[in-house]
């Protein structure tokens, strides 16, 4: 073969690279397609997505329900003038709250109509674990002479405790709403929702956004209890919420109550800022001995190197406080004495970070929220416990309130509120 022959066409060599080019640059392509771009949503997870927790029931969800990672806490006052009113309100409130927690396709509209939805969730609404919670104040009942007599016999209005910074604009209200989904956008979608079709009686007075850090399981396959913003597991001691029995007489309200009122419980909310940067400036085992438990570990401060934060302080064999000061948050929380059990309450706090203050100090600190029988064997004797306790230098109450979680809708057909209403149709 000569020269010539060699150059009128492409030599097999070049035909090779070309090909290997043409393959590689059509992987290449390929690859950049499936690249993830700066714009692309988070993958979402389809089977965390269609979590729903039943709506009907004795009891209202979001109580004793397992808590997922973000919540919301409303405060409302309400337009109304008269149980009509009211009785209108619950009802529209009802069906919204079934409609979200369960999840659907958002219905069609004329385009010259407002959109039913906002759209933050999409064509079809996920229940991502959705509960909604509703509590009335004691502003409510006190406001109304047809409602007075029916007020649960311990709600009453916060008062201001010794370390409180309480801020009038941030405290009380006629309602509240709980909001709690796994994701934040769930539970905004929800707000907006209600706003939209209760904009007649609704008016918020106050808001708390708040979330829960996943941790991953223990090697055991237990979940320890989630980190506070000071670093410790927050609600270790926590009642077993799964102990139905348990649960009757720490959480939901008995006979002592208005009849319409049983099954329900009452709700105590505090906004609690932390000083998170004096906090970080405190040495390790002052921290320790102002809280009462390891920080890394939870475990209390007498249990050996394998405790955990599940084990039980022995209180007993330390009564001069030696191990575990007597001015240490969890025992001054809860004595463990046979006369304190009647104090236990169950918390469903959340963190919060509303971002810097005037200042310049980091604004965080916890959404506590907490639920029990009687509010003040409850809360407001624990709370009492507390006053001057050392942990106090770290945080500034500023808000909040008392309410009265409703009971359960029995099922299609009921309302919250149903038996309220028709005992103030019965005055």
């Excluded at 406001?143 to 916060?158: T, Y």
């Excluded at 394998?306 to 025992?331: F, M, Q, S």
Aim: with cysteine; net charge negative.
């Amino acid at each position: 073969m000569g020269q010539s022959d060699r150059d009128t066409g492409p030599s097999r060599r070049r035909v090779l690279i070309g090909l290997g080019a043409g393959v590689a640059g059509a992987f290449a392509q390929e690859a950049a397609a499936d690249a993830p771009m700066v714009n692309d949503a988070p993958h979402g997870d389809a089977q965390t997505a269609a979590q729903s927790v039943p709506f009907h029931g004795p009891h209202q969800a979001g109580i004793t329900t397992p808590r997922p990672a973000a919540g919301i806490m409303v405060a409302f006052d309400l337009a109304i003038t008269g149980p009509e009113d009211l009785d209108r309100m619950l009802r529209l409130l009802t069906e919204r709250a079934l409609f979200l927690t369960q999840g659907g396709p958002v219905p069609e509209r004329d385009p010259r109509l407002p959109p039913a939805d906002s759209g933050l969730l999409g064509p079809v609404v996920a229940p991502d674990n959705q509960t909604i919670t509703v509590a009335l104040g004691d502003a409510l009942f006190e406001r109304f002479d047809w409602l007075r007599p029916l007020k649960p016999a311990h709600l009453q209005r916060m008062v201001q405790f010794p370390n409180d910074a309480l801020v009038a604009a941030q405290c009380h209200g006629d309602m509240t709403i709980q909001f709690c989904a796994n994701l934040q956008d769930t539970n905004i979608h929800a707000l907006r929702d209600i706003m939209k079709n209760l904009s007649e009686f609704l008016v918020i007075r106050w808001m708390q956004q708040g979330d829960v850090p996943p941790v991953p399981p223990a090697p055991d396959g237990s979940t320890p209890s989630a980190r506070n913003f000071f670093g410790f597991r927050d609600g270790s001691a926590n009642p077993d919420s799964n102990d139905a029995a348990l649960m009757d007489r720490i959480v939901w309200v008995g006979a002592e109550e208005p009849a319409w009122a049983r099954g329900g419980s009452y709700q105590a909310v505090r906004l609690i800022r932390n000083f998170v940067e004096r906090w970080d400036r405190t040495p390790l085992g002052e921290q320790e001995r102002d809280f009462g438990r390891r920080k890394m570990s939870g475990a209390p401060l007498d249990g050996g190197p394998h405790a955990t934060e599940r084990d039980v302080p022995d209180y007993d064999r330390d009564p001069e406080g030696k191990i575990t000061p007597l001015d240490a948050h969890i025992r001054l929380a809860n004595p463990r004495r046979p006369e304190t059990e009647k104090n236990l309450i169950l918390r469903r706090a959340f963190n919060y970070s509303n971002g810097v203050t005037k200042n310049g100090q980091l604004d965080q600190g916890l959404l506590f929220i907490c639920y029990q029988a009687d509010l003040d064997a409850g809360f407001i004797a624990v709370q009492n416990r507390l006053n001057g306790e050392k942990m106090e230098e770290y945080l500034k109450p500023f808000g909040g309130g008392y309410f009265f979680a409703l009971p359960g809708v029995a099922g299609p057909g009921d309302y919250l509120g149903s038996g309220l209403i028709a005992a103030a149709r019965s005055l």
